[in-house]
């Protein structure tokens, strides 16, 4: 399909509603092929009023969400563990009332739940049972799910490219595969040519984001070496801008953001879009 430009609207909050259309509209204007939507239980009507404006702009859309502790996958309670499926089979209803053919996120387990120790082989392994049942109810909706290895200040279970790369191995399903956020690579994997090849054929998605979460060119991530590596792995998916701000409390305590690394978010995605066909050498 050709790499598509997308924009992440967790930046404007995290619950994207039909108030946000004029955003929407500014992004359509700067270039953008599409705008990335959190689904966290929206309304249907408003689902397919986002789905319908965005089609109208002559966008696409794709779709993100997370985990809560009281549907944490590799939660010990049998109880929680069944909660998580029924939530990540609503989630994915709701991509597919966007019209989006892809969700991504760290699904695997609740966020920025922590036992102290690392990953045992039993919370794996419900994890990847979760993710079996989820990937087929996705599959059938004609959906793959991206899952986004994050940082370990966020969760425990997958932090890197080759741990993403060995639960999708273990899934074993083609629709699922794996995101990757320069944020968190810059964390855990901070060479993107070692990093990128690692996820082998799984790799679906790319996030972009800086070090501090603000204008993509102005922090740590190794950028020249990361559109290098995707352009010599032939990649053609989304590259979609993610930054966070601090106009919802509810982003700001769950990305730990606390300052605007920004000027104002069209600025953001301006210079975002521009930094990107740069690098793409377009």
């Known amino acids: 399909m050709g790499v598509k430009i997308g924009m992440n609207m967790l930046l404007w909050g995290g619950e994207t509603r039909v108030a946000h259309i004029p955003v929407f ?5 700067a270039g953008f092929d599409g705008v990335e939507i959190s689904v966290v239980g929206q309304d249907k009507n408003e689902l397919s009023s986002i789905r319908t404006a965005v ?8 779709a993100s969400t997370f985990v809560p502790p009281q549907a944490n996958p590799i939660s010990s309670e049998p109880a929680v563990r069944a909660a998580a499926v ?7 209803d709701e991509t597919k009332l966007l019209g989006s053919d892809i969700l991504v996120g760290g699904i695997y387990q609740a966020h920025k739940v922590f036992s102290g120790r690392g990953p045992s082989a039993q919370e794996w392994d419900w994890s990847r049972q979760y993710l079996l049942e989820a990937g087929l109810y996705a599959q059938q909706a004609g959906i793959r799910l991206g899952l986004e290895f994050l940082n370990r200040f ?24 794996v995101l990757y956020d320069t944020h968190h690579a810059n964390i855990e994997d901070p060479d993107p040519a070692i990093a990128l090849p690692a996820l082998e054929d799984h790799l679906m998605h790319v996030h972009l984001s800086e070090s501090h979460r603000g204008s993509l060119g102005t922090g ?3 950028w ?8 010599n792995l032939n990649f053609d998916g989304w590259l ?3 930054a966070f701000g601090t106009s919802d409390e509810a982003i700001v305590g769950a990305a730990n953001v606390w300052r605007n690394a920004f000027d104002t978010p069209q600025q953001l995605y301006c210079d975002g879009i521009d930094f990107i066909r740069n690098g793409l050498g377009k």
């Open 220 to 222: 740590q991530v190794k």
């Open 224 to 231: 020249q070496q990361t559109f290098e590596t995707l352009a």
């Open 240 to 242: 979609t801008i993610e």
């Open 86 to 92: 029924d939530y990540m089979k609503a989630r994915i």
């Open 154 to 177: 966020e969760v425990y279970l997958i932090n890197t490219s080759a741990d993403a790369a060995r639960m999708c191995r273990d899934v074993g399903l083609d629709n699922v595969g």
């Open 25 to 29: 509209e500014g992004i359509a204007q």
């Open 55 to 62: 089609a109208d702009l002559g966008m696409s859309l794709t």
